[in-house]
Structures are given as C-alpha cells and as structure tokens.
C-alpha cells in the first residue's frame, strides 16, 4: 500500500515538474502545427520563382524542428494521416513546385526569346511588304523595257519568296513554343505578359497583321505571279489554319487578356477570308496553267473537283485512245499529260502539293495508276512490226497457195 | 435406488454448468478510452455540438442552464470537452465555474461529479490528457490534475 501511494506521488511529481515547463494546450499544439503547416502549403502553391523554393525548404525544416518533439501527439491529432506523412506531402508539394516553376521559367525564356525573334521577323516583313508594294507600284506603271521587267518580276516574286519563308518560320517558332504548353502555363506566362515582366509585341496582333497582309497580296496579285507562288500561299494559309487550331487557345490564353472570345473569333474570321481568297486565285491560276498547256479539264474550283475532273480526263482520253490503234494523237495527249503530271504535280509542285493538301497520297497514287493503263492502250503499233505482220501473213499465204497447186498436180 | 440418485445429481450439476455458462455475458478488460486531444466544440444556434472524429453530439445547454441559470439563448462559444481513459468525459468552458464529469449512458451523459475548479469563472481553460489524469491548465498559469472523483492536485506557475 505503501509502495503504491508513493509510486502515486512520483508520477503526479514527474507530471507537475514537467508541466511547469510546458503549460501548454495540446489542442493549441495541433492548431498551431495545422495553421503553420496550411500557411506553408499555401506559399508553396503561391510560389513564383525557383528562388522562393529553397527558402521554402528551409521553412520546411523549421517547421519540423519545432513540432518534431510533439510527433506522437500529432501523430493522434493526424489521424488517420500522421506526422510523418504530412511532411512527406509537403515536400512532395514542393519538389513538384519546383519542377512546375522549372518549366515555367523556361517557358517565360523561350518566350521572350521567341518575342525578339518575331519583334525581327516584323521588321523583316514590313521591309519586304514595303518593297514588294514598291514593285508592284512599278509594274503596273509599265514604264520598262521588256528586260527591266522581267527582272524586276523575278525580285518581285523573290521577295514575296522570302516573306513567305519568314512567315512561315514565325509559324513554327510559336508551334514549338506554344504546342505543348497546358493551360496554367498559359495563365501564368499570361500573368508575367500583364504584369510586365514580359514585354514586346503581341503576338495575336502580329498574326492579325500577317492574316491581313496575307489577304491584300493574294487580292492584288496581279498576273506576274506563277502557279507555284499561289501554291505556296495557299500552303501557308492552310499551314496557318493548322497551327492556329492546334495553339489558338494557348495564345488567346497568354495575349488575349480580357477579350479572348473577341480576338478569337476575329481572326477565324480573318482567317476564312484569307483562305478564300488564297483558294479561289491558286485553282483559277492551276486553271489557266492547263488550258495553257493544252490540258482541257473540267470546272473545278477544290481539291475534290479537281481530282474529279483529271480522273474524268483521263477515263475520257483512254476510251478515246482504244479506238485509235494506228494513230499517234492519243499518245501525243498522253505525253502531254504525262509530262505536266510528272514535271509539276509529282516533282515542282510536290512539297507544296503535299504542305497543302491540294491533291491527297490516294488521289495521286490513284491518277498514277489511271495513267499507266491510258498509256498502254494509247502507245500507237511500230512501223515495223506493221511491215513484219504484213510479210508474215503474205508467206503463209504463199505457203498454202503453193501447198493447193501441188495436190491438184498430184 | 442410490444409482439412480446418482444418475440424476450428476444431470442437474451438469445443468446447472451448462445454464450457467449460457448467461455469462462476454466481458473485455482493461479498455482505454482515453481521447488524447481535448476535442474544442462550437455550438450551433440550437446549443448542440457534435464531434464528428469521436461520433458523439449532444446539447450545452443544460450546462449553460447549470453554470448560468439561463438556457433561452446559446451564450456559449466554444466547449472543451476530454476523455479520460476510464471511459468519463469532461466537459468545460470559458466562464465555468465547474468541470462537468459525465459518465456515458444508454442514449444520455450522466453527471458523475460536479467539479468546481475556479468560483469566479475560468479564463481561458484548456485540457490535457496526461497519463492516468486529465490535466487543466487555466490561462496559461494554473494548473489543475483532474480524475473522475474530483481535483487530485493544484499548482499555479508564475
């Protein structure tokens, strides 16, 4: 009995010594510990560079140093996570805000580069554009000789040349930059573009500019210009179209600020005007080059007509080429045909023809095809194989003539 | 005869066993109830509190009635309630005179010690579970140890 009322006093002892140390709330250890753990969570995910991230971890530390001795306790107040974990979590939050900024950051340098880089190819395309309106001006006014114009059409088309390939670059740059970026990265390189940080020309109104200038050379484009060159215009506007739906929304995210809707539906708007214009000029210009090149198609004014209407031309000239076995004219039409087929479409013309879309891999392999049949049945009979035929079929004639004049003799 | 005595004594002592170990009811001991953080409850504008970790709710009021003869409005804002390892919980509040000790019942809490721990009302009181007692700590200062039959020792710290 004894025994046991002093181990009671040495227990209530050991409490009271230990409490005069420490009066404190257990309760208010656990609030406290949720309060200073939920406002360092927070700064995590507010966290904006890969600086704040070290010090942030050193706050972790801290945070651990001073609840480490009360761990058993949090461990019961946790429930059913425990101290452990929740450090754990914390930094796993972390190391992930840090890969998040990581990619961020650069993102935000690939960005102002990519800015300079179009702030140059601006530059770059205003000179052309300039140049190329000055040259046109010349044109038109028609006061050279046949040589000063033919040279200045050349520089006129090379300038057009270079502006596409600029555009074209422009085009690819914010592909690369933009493709694979996900939305929060377009909020936060958005928040950077508002606040300053990044700066230069907008890039919705530098598209806008192209779009423009686009539609006003192919409206204006006079007859200088040659097939390939409204294909190529027509390559671009239909790569324009393609990437534009693939990183519309990253950029209307980053540079539309308030009035995204607004600048998005405008430059679809834009865009349908430019692709109109583009189509009409290069199907009327393939057109003009085939009637050129004495190759009378049906009207076709898409890529489907079109393909209808070589299809239709080659069945027609095939029906027309088995009826003539002696005669060298379908095979002239063939050699015709042929040479624009593979000269233009299958070699000049290829990449653009591919970049576009103007003839599909089945509608080409398809015309290949056609075009090995009307060859066989429209290649005329040789000469000589006539002459051969001729001979063999007057002998055997000689043969039997002889072979009845000896039985009657018999 | 005797045989037969025999036959039936050892029938009804094998009865009697058997009956026996029929009624006796299933017994765990030595089970801790003990809450280890003290559980800080807001009441809603009916008076009730429910802690939703230890599944138990139940109204202030009738404590409020107790420590302040009125029960017609909520006046309390926050109550503090521990479970000692016995199983009695402990209830208190900021301007309580007294630490509720309440035994839990078939559907009901019933008081099984009245506590008074300050005659002029706590200021901001707090528990602790601690061992084998449940420890109070008024304003920071006093400390009380507490079990279910009433204040087993007072200090005040400066």
């Known amino acids: 009995m004894k025994l046991f009322k002093k181990s009671v006093l040495v227990t209530l002892f050991t409490l009271i010594t230990s409490s005069v140390f420490a009066q404190q709330s257990d309760h208010k250890i656990k609030t406290d510990f949720n309060n200073n753990y939920s406002a360092l969570s927070k700064s995590i995910s507010l966290s904006q560079s890969v600086i704040t991230i070290d010090s942030l971890q050193k706050e972790i530390n801290k945070l651990d140093e001073k609840f480490i001795e009360h761990s058993q306790l949090l461990d019961n107040a946790l429930y059913p996570s425990s101290y452990k974990f929740e450090f754990q979590n914390l930094i796993a939050k972390l190391s992930s805000a840090e890969q998040r900024l990581l990619i961020i950051e650069n993102q935000s340098e690939r960005l102002e580069s990519l800015i300079q880089e179009v702030s140059h190819y601006k530059s770059e395309i205003s000179f052309l554009n300039k140049r190329a309106d000055s040259l046109n001006k010349v044109m038109e006014a028609s006061q050279l000789d046949q040589l000063q114009l033919s040279m200045l059409i050349k520089r006129y088309r090379t300038n057009l040349e270079l502006r596409d390939e600029l555009v074209m670059s422009i085009i690819d740059s914010l592909m690369i930059t933009y493709n694979e970026m996900t939305t929060n990265e377009g909020n936060e390189i958005s928040d950077q573009v508002e606040s300053g940080r990044v700066t230069g020309t907008n890039t919705l109104e530098m598209l806008m500019d192209i779009i423009e200038k686009n539609i006003e050379y192919a409206s204006n484009s006079n007859q200088v210009l040659s097939v390939e060159d409204y294909l190529r215009m027509y390559a671009i506007q239909h790569y324009f179209e393609e990437v534009w739906n693939k990183i519309g929304d990253n950029l209307l995210t980053t540079y539309g600020g308030s009035q995204k809707a607004e600048w998005n539906s405008e430059i679809i708007s834009k865009m349908r005007d430019w692709r109109m214009v583009t189509s009409q000029k290069m199907w009327n210009s393939v057109d003009q080059y085939l009637e050129y090149s004495s190759v009378e198609l049906e009207a076709f004014d898409n890529n489907y007509s079109f393909f209808i209407a070589l299809d239709n031309f080659i069945k027609d000239a095939k029906k027309k080429s088995e009826g003539q076995v002696i005669s060298n004219t379908s095979y002239e039409d063939y050699k015709n045909f042929q040479g624009f087929w593979s000269n233009k479409i299958k070699n000049e013309w290829s990449i653009l023809i591919q970049d576009s879309e103007f003839l599909t891999v089945a509608q080409i392999s398809s015309i290949d095809d056609q075009l090995i049949a009307w060859e066989s049945v429209s290649r005329p009979v040789q000469p000589l194989f006539l002459v051969l035929l001729v001979l063999t079929a007057i002998s055997i004639g000689g043969y039997v003539l002889v072979l009845s004049k000896a039985k009657k003799l018999n | ?158």
């Open chain 2, 1 to 158: 005869m005797k045989a037969q005595k025999k036959v039936i004594l050892s029938f009804v002592v094998i009865g009697v066993l058997f009956i026996q170990a029929c009624t006796k009811s299933l017994v765990i001991k030595n089970v801790d109830y003990a809450q280890k953080i003290e559980s800080v409850l807001t009441p809603d504008s009916d008076g009730n509190i429910s802690d939703i970790r230890y599944g138990i709710s139940f109204s202030i009021l009738p404590f409020q009635f107790e420590e302040f003869k009125d029960s017609s409005s909520v006046q309390i804002s926050e109550i503090r309630m521990i479970r000692n390892n016995l199983g009695y919980y402990f209830i208190t509040a900021e301007s309580f005179k007294n630490v509720y000790v309440m035994a839990p019942n078939k559907g009901e809490l019933k008081l099984e010690k009245k506590i008074q721990v300050n005659e002029n009302g706590l200021y901001s009181p707090v528990f602790n579970l601690r061992v084998s007692v449940v420890e109070l700590i008024e304003n920071s200062k006093n400390i009380i140890l507490l079990n279910e039959k009433g204040i087993l020792k007072e200090e005040v710290t400066s």
